[in-house]
């Protein structure tokens, strides 16, 4: 029950799933595109509720960190991209978010709660596509924190 209303399916090891779609921007985005560095891929729940706000507001903050450690940051919800446009330019994002209406990605990486949203959930994701780490909770207002933490540990065991 609570791999339904937190987290994934997906384990550390596991082969990252293959995804594409378009993000606030419309530009296309794959997991191909991340082949050779570090992919923090997070799910979420919704565009400009309390919590994914802070989370999304975090990576914003500390992404200059993450990118420091070779890792590109990229947001997945079942939003629609003029939801995912509106709340990057509200809050100044300055990364990517796929649209995913179908729930097709969300799908992929079991992470489709019963309310038909995300689970907020986060794959830290090596450079060969495979999972390394999740992270199914943190506080929203350190997420991106506990994320580098967790991903200096993994740079640390390379």
Same mark, same amino acid.
């Given at each position: 029950?609570?791999?339904?209303?937190?987290?994934?399916?997906?384990?550390?090891?596991?082969?990252?799933?293959?995804?594409?779609?378009?993000?606030?921007?419309?530009?296309?985005?794959?997991?191909?595109?991340?082949?050779?560095?570090?992919?923090?891929?997070?799910?979420?729940?919704?565009?400009?509720?309390?919590?994914?706000?802070?989370?999304?507001?975090?990576?914003?903050?500390?992404?200059?960190?993450?990118?420091?450690?070779?890792?590109?940051?990229?947001?997945?919800?079942?939003?629609?991209?003029?939801?995912?446009?509106?709340?990057?330019?509200?809050?100044?994002?300055?990364?990517?978010?796929?649209?995913?209406?179908?729930?097709? #990605?969300?799908? /992929?990486?079991? @992470?489709?709660?019963?309310?038909? *949203? $995300?689970? +907020?959930?986060?794959? !830290?994701?090596?450079?060969?596509?495979?999972?390394?780490?999740? #992270?199914?909770? /943190?506080?929203? @207002?350190?997420?991106?924190?506990? *994320? $580098?933490? +967790?991903?200096?540990? !993994?740079?640390?065991?390379?």
């Amino acid at each position: 029950m609570l791999k339904q209303l937190f987290g994934s399916g997906l384990k550390v090891g596991d082969a990252a799933p293959d995804f594409s779609g378009r993000d606030q921007e419309g530009r296309a985005r794959a997991l191909s595109d991340y082949r050779g560095r570090w992919l923090v891929l997070y799910f979420y729940p919704k565009d400009d509720t309390p919590g994914c706000t802070a989370e999304a507001c975090s990576f914003r903050d500390d992404r200059s960190e993450l990118e420091k450690m070779g890792a590109s940051v990229l947001g997945v919800s079942v939003d629609d991209a003029a939801s995912h446009e509106k709340f990057s330019q509200k809050h100044g994002l300055n990364f990517p978010i796929i649209a995913d209406p179908d729930k097709t #990605i969300t799908k /992929a990486y079991q @992470s489709l709660s019963p309310l038909g *949203v $995300a689970n +907020r959930v986060t794959f !830290l994701i090596d450079p060969e596509g495979r999972i390394r780490d999740l #992270i199914a909770w /943190a506080p929203w @207002s350190s997420y991106a924190k506990t *994320v $580098a933490k +967790r991903l200096g540990r !993994l740079l640390g065991e390379a």
